[in-house]
């Protein structure tokens, strides 16, 4: 009864979450820079990746149901980690769960934050792009229903950046 196959699945998935972490710096400057491009490259391997991580996940829970087997419990525990290795008897296979464990939860956290940032830095540059827009062309909530002119208001707001009475 061996942790071991579990123990590699998870180094699997820090290294693929490492790779996600320097994606997530690449397109943090591709935010930066306002490369279109660039940053759709970088979400179409995201994509990649994220589809990678979900295969290394149904493995990963098949490798624990192995191993809970080979231990001898036959339901289908759903036990984090930190439970699992109390299975494990061998005192070196305890020590690499538990430092993969570790490195796995820091990668998790710092990739939380990186995207968290990229949210936010993507959600300023849609609100900068509004606001232009809105000053180019005007406020989106003007009344756009015809009125009579002698009806209008004596005082109008600029309808747009152009004005056709000119």
């Known amino acids: 009864m061996s942790v071991q196959p579990l123990i590699n699945l998870l180094e ?22 306002n490369q279109v491009d660039s940053l759709i490259q970088l979400m179409n391997q995201e994509t990649k990746g994220m589809k990678q991580i979900e295969q290394l996940e149904q493995q990963r829970v098949s490798a624990v149901y192995q191993f809970l087997q080979e231990s001898g419990i036959k339901s289908q525990l759903n036990l984090n980690l930190t439970e699992l290795s109390r299975l494990v008897f061998d005192i070196e296979d305890r020590k690499k769960l538990l430092h ?12 939380k934050v990186a995207n968290d940032l990229n949210q936010k830095l993507i959600e300023q540059s849609l609100s900068f792009i509004d606001f232009s827009l809105d000053i180019m062309v005007g406020r989106p909530n003007q009344d756009v229903t015809y ?20």
């Open 100 to 111: 993969i464990q570790n490195q796995l939860s820091n990668t998790l956290a710092r990739l």
């Open 12 to 33: 699997q998935l820090d290294q693929v979450h490492m790779n996600m972490l320097d994606l997530a710096e690449l397109k943090k400057k591709a935010i930066v820079d």
């Open 147 to 166: 009125q009579h002119p002698s009806e209008r208001s004596s005082v109008m707001g600029r309808p747009g950046l152009f004005d056709s009475r000119a």
